[in-house]
């Protein structure tokens, strides 16, 4: 059984920054990509970024510059560094890890976690 546990959502004023982390436990070979996504109400989900094993990070246009991504491979975390926070990022934030190579099968699945709400005010 795999799981991840987002912590580090809030309410937080229009500038100021947060850093989401995500905690991926069970019994996991490796983890491809981490990463995370957010919904925002009526909204689709969408992604925010993502980071691979080797470190190649990619990033959706509204938060470049803003929001930084990296993970602790060893640890098998996930982080969210945000920055200059406005309130149309206000959203659920879930964490996803894909490619996960499960033990001792070696299967692969993707998982996601139970999201963090985030709430930037005006």
């Known amino acids: 059984q795999v799981q991840l546990v987002e912590s580090g959502g809030g309410l937080v004023q229009a500038g100021g920054s947060l850093r989401l982390s995500c905690a991926a436990s069970?019994?996991?070979?490796?983890?491809?990509?981490m990463g995370w996504y957010r919904q925002a109400p009526g909204k689709q989900r969408e992604l925010v970024a993502d980071?691979?094993?080797?470190?190649?990070?990619r990033y959706s246009d509204s938060v470049k510059g803003r929001f930084t991504i990296s993970r602790d491979n060893a640890k098998k975390m996930v982080y969210l560094q945000m920055n200059s926070l406005k309130p149309e990022d206000t959203a659920v934030y879930y964490c996803?890890?894909?490619?996960?190579?499960?033990?001792?099968?070696?299967?692969?699945?993707?998982?996601w976690g139970q999201g963090t709400q985030v709430t930037v005010s005006s």
């Open positions: 980071i691979t094993r080797g470190g190649s990070t």
């Open positions: 069970g019994s996991i070979f490796s983890i491809n990509v």
């Open positions: 996803n890890a894909a490619g996960v190579r499960l033990l001792p099968s070696l299967a692969v699945r993707d998982y």
